[in-house]
């Protein structure tokens, strides 16, 4: 049960029936009792009323349904509700005895995730591995709770870009090309090519002919074209694999798949007399955006060369998950830079009618990560970083780690764990910092095995299993649980709150809470241990589940923030 949710219920009808109208009941977890509830205080206020006696009001007229709990007035009106012990206990072992450990599947909503999308023949950056890295968590979060979840991998492969691009794969020949793309050479591939597009006006020529053959389907331009694509996809592929997250080549729908859709659209916003000419490009004025001088800010979906552009394509992004694909839920994971775009593209596919009301449709936004001197992640040369390179850093830095703290595992083993600890060390320092502000990349703090860290919480989990393993037994999830000890009925509200956090992660889209209460579970249970002998007690059995359950909490956790857990380490 998600017993904060309950409590939502149960006292949104006894607000309901003092008020006669909706009340927000505003319960939250609270130091002085289990949960606080202040919602009769905001209605005391509106009704003018003395707040002590609406709230008693309010709670004399609850009916508590399954929960069972004691609650009083205090305050200046709010109302503390303490669960009973026993009924934390029969709750616990439900969750014990539950393989989804108490979480029940949400309405099952269409849910298109856009995250990742790199370039093709350009280097993945740092901004990638962001929104690589949310969205993945985001994917594997919302399909766990029973929504269908469809990954989309927005790849830049089209644009005027590729003219050069091809233009320079041909002056260096097909197989030189491939080889360098497929071994992730992209950076040097991309800037040889805007280095002779910039400085040879031959070349610069050749390539803007070249964009031209390419958007009118010229066959050999297009095979071409076909090759940078396949090899760069490649390339992404490998990194998904060693980022370890769900991406596979199935989820690709690169821009270039809109191609067909944007003459059609382009007509049709023509036809909803939404498009204006600006300095001979075709575009769209959404209301409510205006520049410095207070002009509207266009939208231009057809450019004056007749090419069709980025909003074009996400307008047809848009058009197309919420038609065919019937999306409830649109999000997309894209920095913080991009906001303006995609509240245009949003406003302007809402004028024309492609987003209905019940649909949400939002740019999941994130921060910058910074170096160490506070500016963007850069490498000393002042190189965008490569993505890769930076992996295959964390890998190796965990192994040192590994080496030292695990000496007694085989080569193979440590070489699985130094994985699990690199990768699951950057995506951790990522999920667990608000998503919208910047954070700065620090190797030493991320891969520290104590504090809020993946390494941390990795061990913990590793530790608690060696318990069963030093005391040779199984835990039976179905024992029964006494919380006798304030440490125990602590560790056992924490563990009953995890629904109502994943619920909460999922709505706003916030993976740090979800973060940061596995870090508290874990800090709860180091509580726990300390206070409570396991092995030996005359509560072993009911102690063990209390340990199995946090374990199974946290591994499913990090599971769903796209962390491995080692068996052991
Ligand atoms: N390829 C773009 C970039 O690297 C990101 C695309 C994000 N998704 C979208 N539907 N626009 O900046």
Known sequence: MNIEHALVCVFSAALAEVAGFDVDPAVRRSPRADFQVDGALALARR?????????????????????????????????????????????????????????????????????SAPNVAKEMHVGHLRSTVIGDAAARLLSFLGHQVRRMNHVGDWGTPFGMLIEHLLDIGETEAAHELSVGDLTAFYQAARAKFDSDPGFAQRSRLRVVALQAGDEQTRRLWRLLVEESEKYFLAVYGKLGVTLSDADFLPESFYNDELAPLVKELDE????????????????GFAGRDGEPLPLIVRKSDGGFGYAATDLASVKYRTGPLAAD????????????????????????????????????????????????????????????????????????????????????????????????????????????????????????????????????????????????????PAAPVTLAHPAERALAMELLAFPAVLDTAARTVELHRLAGYLFGLAGLYTEFYSHCRVLGSAEQAGRLVLCDVTRRTLVLGLDLLGIVVPERM
């Open 47 to 115: 009704l003018g009323r003395p707040p002590v006696q609406v709230a008693q009001e309010v709670l004399d007229r609850v009916d508590w349904a399954g929960l069972h709990a004691t609650a009083q007035v205090a305050g200046p009106g709010f109302i503390n509700v303490t669960l009973d012990d026993r009924f934390l206990a029969q709750e616990l072992h439900r969750v014990a005895t539950d393989e989804r450990l108490g979480v029940a599947a949400a309405t099952p909503q269409v849910v298109t995730i856009d995250y």
């Open 272 to 287: 909803q007399g939404l498009l204006h000419d600006s300095q001979g490009a075709k575009c769209v004025f959404p209301p």
């Open 329 to 476: 839920r649109m999000l997309y994971f894209v920095g913080t830079p991009q906001r303006l775009h995609f509240e245009m593209v949003f406003a302007a596919a809402r004028q024309a009618g492609w987003i209905g009301e019940k649909v949400e449709v939002r740019h999941v936004n994130f921060g910058s990560i910074l170096g160490e001197d506070g500016k963007m992640l850069k490498t000393r040369a002042g190189q965008t970083i490569k993505l890769i390179e930076l992996l295959d850093e964390a890998v190796s830095r965990a192994a040192a780690i590994v080496a030292d703290k695990s000496p007694h595992l085989e080569a193979e083993t440590q070489a699985q764990v130094a994985w699990a600890v690199g990768i699951g060390a950057i995506k951790y320092a990522d999920l667990s910092s608000d998503r919208v502000k910047d954070y700065v990349f620090d190797w030493d703090r991320m891969l520290a095995t104590n504090g809020d860290t993946a390494a941390y919480l990795q061990y913990a989990c590793a530790r608690i299993g060696s318990i069963f393993r030093k005391g040779a037994v199984v835990p039976d």
